[in-house]
């Protein structure tokens, strides 16, 4: 079974309609993309698979349950984690701190009671601390445990927004955009990194991403959106040379497809 499906998803802004008769299935280890140009509904299509917008026809089901009417929670606990092309950290909370409250939101201690609360608390706290922890080691982020979330540099914020979603121990993993305004060292890492979160941690991973040699060196499969529409998909040699897709997309950015 299928740990996300859209089926036929499409939604209405007024007169725009900003995502039409889209679908996609991801199922455990799938590492998928959907790229396309500026405006061409992909954050919208997270927004949906999030629970953020309620797609106004066609059916989301997380792990085969159908989650129309569900509020964004109820994705998140059906296994459903996202980043946010706009950074969203806890800037004045420590690294480790942003980490921790994501995982608290697994468990049923709320973690600022576990700061002032002793016995049962203290060894739930440690353990969140300790996996916390590890999750900061596998993203090389341990050393920064106690800087504030905005003094970090930008790819260090972008990897922690990973790391909270991670944090969440969701089965899928939306990311929308995670190498923008990496420098190329932080891309190459950015790469390794959602490698493993798909090989190590057997996550199913979706990113969006206006990177073509990323996209291409690690999605299995690729949807290509423009205006709304899917207007080409299949795997990366497929859809480099698409017509359609070097039209709408990639013949716009040849140079930074060769350049990258
Ligand atoms: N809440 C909303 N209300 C009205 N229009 C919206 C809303 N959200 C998105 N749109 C519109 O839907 C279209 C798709 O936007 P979206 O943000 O999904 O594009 P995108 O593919 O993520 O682009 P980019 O690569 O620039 O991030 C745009 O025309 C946008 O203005
Ligand atoms: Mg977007």
Do not use: W
Request: net charge negative; hydrophobic share 40%.
């Amino acid at each position: 079974m299928s740990v996300l499906k859209a089926d036929h998803i499409s939604i209405q802004f007024g007169g725009l309609r900003a995502v039409n008769d889209f679908s996609i299935e991801l199922n455990q280890r799938d590492l998928f993309a959907i790229i396309g140009p500026n405006g061409a509904g992909k954050t919208t299509v997270f927004n949906m698979l999030t629970g953020l917008y309620q797609p106004t026809e066609g059916t989301i089901y997380v792990n085969g349950k159908p989650m129309n009417g569900c509020a964004p929670h109820e994705f998140a606990d059906a296994g459903l984690a996202r980043t946010f092309q706009n950074i969203r950290l806890f800037g004045n909370a420590t690294v480790l701190d942003n980490v921790k409250m994501a995982h608290t939101y697994k468990t049923k201690y709320n973690f600022f009671n576990m700061l002032t609360r002793t016995g049962n608390y203290h060894s739930e706290e440690k353990r969140i601390t300790e996996e916390s922890m590890h999750l900061l080691e596998v993203f090389e982020l341990q050393d920064k445990k106690d800087f504030f979330a905005r003094n970090l540099p930008y790819g260090e914020q972008r990897k922690l927004e990973i790391v909270r979603a991670l944090a969440t121990e969701p089965q899928v993993i939306l990311l929308d955009e995670p190498a923008a305004g990496m420098n190329p060292n932080e891309i190459d890492n950015v790469i390794s990194l959602i490698r493993r979160i798909r090989d190590d941690l057997g996550k199913a991973v979706l990113i969006i991403e206006h990177h073509m040699k990323m996209v291409m060196e690690i999605a299995e499969y690729i949807k290509v959106l423009d205006f709304g529409e899917t207007i080409s998909e299949g795997k990366p040699e497929y859809v480099q040379q698409d017509p359609k897709v070097i039209e709408s997309y990639l013949g716009r950015r040849a140079n930074d497809f060769r350049s990258k």
